[in-house]
């Protein structure tokens, strides 16, 4: 059965699904990245990046926001809901050839055809530290845990806490073989989730590497429940789809939701010049000669959101004498 027909993905390299949203994003040879919401099959938005074909794509699973690698060497960082990127990072000399980011959205490793591999801290943009790899990387991923592994020509090389601080040797390396026992190429690596396997697509098929502590021990049942029954899945899909996160909702700081807005310096500089001047401390304005009496000075003096017994009275008395006044004339 059809369910729907995504005719706009022109030339897809690279396709991300984002959970919380139900959203499909896209980016291909057109250098377009589209995004279509599955639940409805409306296409959300479609930001043209201007850079060319894009074979590099990587979404932070911390806050939804989309990461494109481009042919210049830079990173630009992607919402629904705005047309030019949320950010731009000059990462490497060449074309960026891969990409992970880690599940808290504080890191970011990149790697290049300038042969390095690069950490960055997202949070403030900057560049913690480097790696060289003999050939390109052609794939990188980060586990549960913050093991990196790193997919370049024949080998496969896995890096134990080298996201914090710089390592001088990798935790674990391998070297892939064919099943005539001749060197295949790798092309993908991708960790199991809450297992210690880590998967590896190359050129001779598929391998599986078991790699001890990559994988969370404790699962979160609202998050991912291996055990859950048939009813239970059609349950939290129906959950899911009710809880939809709205796209226009993605944003580098997904807790500005429920936060004060604080004004900046600028505007509270202009607030203590509005209550330094006279009028914002609510003087009286100088009147013409017989405009004031002591009867108008009091009562202006009052506070005018404060009505008590002696101020009817004194109105009252004013309201007399007006009239007083204007009968004799």
């Known amino acids: 059965v059809e369910i729907h027909c995504l005719k706009k993905h022109v030339e897809p390299t690279r396709l991300s699904?984002?959970?919380y949203h139900f959203l499909l994003a896209s980016v291909g040879n057109p250098g377009n990245l589209l995004y279509q919401d599955t639940s409805t099959g409306d296409v959300i938005a479609e930001h043209r990046t201007r850079l060319g074909r894009c074979t590099v794509m990587e979404q932070n699973p911390w806050n939804a926001v989309m990461h494109l690698g481009h042919n210049n060497g830079t990173v630009t960082l992607w919402s629904p809901s705005q047309g030019t990127p949320l950010a731009k990072m000059l990462c490497h000399k060449g074309p960026v050839s891969a990409m992970a980011i880690d599940r808290t959205g504080r890191h970011m490793v990149t790697a290049g055809l300038d042969g390095q591999m690069r950490v960055w801290d997202i949070r403030n943009f900057r560049s913690l530290h480097d790696y060289y790899t003999p050939k390109p990387a052609k794939s990188l991923d980060i586990s549960q845990n913050g093991l990196l592994s790193v997919g370049y020509g024949s080998t496969v090389t896995v890096?134990?806490?080298?996201l914090e601080r710089k390592q001088t040797s990798p935790y674990m390396s391998h070297t892939l073989k064919g099943a005539s026992g001749g060197s295949v190429r790798a092309q993908d690596v991708r960790?199991?989730?809450?297992?210690?396997?880590?998967?590896?697509?190359?050129s001779g098929g598929i391998s599986s590497l078991v790699i001890p502590g990559t994988g969370e021990?404790?699962?979160?049942?609202?998050?991912?429940n291996p055990?859950?029954?048939?009813?239970?899945?059609?349950?939290?899909?129906?959950?899911?789809l009710l809880e939809k996160v709205q796209p226009g909702l993605i944003q580098l700081e997904p807790n500005f939701i429920g936060r004060l807005d604080r004004p900046s310096q600028a505007v509270r500089d202009l607030e203590a010049d509005d209550d330094a001047s006279p009028s914002a401390k609510g003087?009286?304005?100088k009147r013409a000669k017989g405009k004031s009496s002591a009867m108008r000075k009091w009562i202006r003096k009052k506070n005018r959101n404060v009505i008590d017994d002696r101020m009817t009275r004194v109105q009252d008395a004013l309201k007399a004498?007006?009239?007083?006044?204007k009968e004799r004339k």
């Open 17 to 19: 699904f984002l959970p």
């Open 159 to 162: 890096w134990k806490e080298g």
């Open 191 to 202: 960790f199991c989730p809450y297992e210690d396997v880590l998967g590896v697509g190359h």
């Open 217 to 224: 021990a404790n699962f979160d049942s609202l998050v991912a």
């Open 227 to 240: 055990y859950q029954t048939a009813k239970q899945r059609q349950e939290s899909e129906v959950h899911s």
């Open 283 to 285: 003087d009286p304005r």
């Open 321 to 325: 004498k007006r009239d007083e006044a």
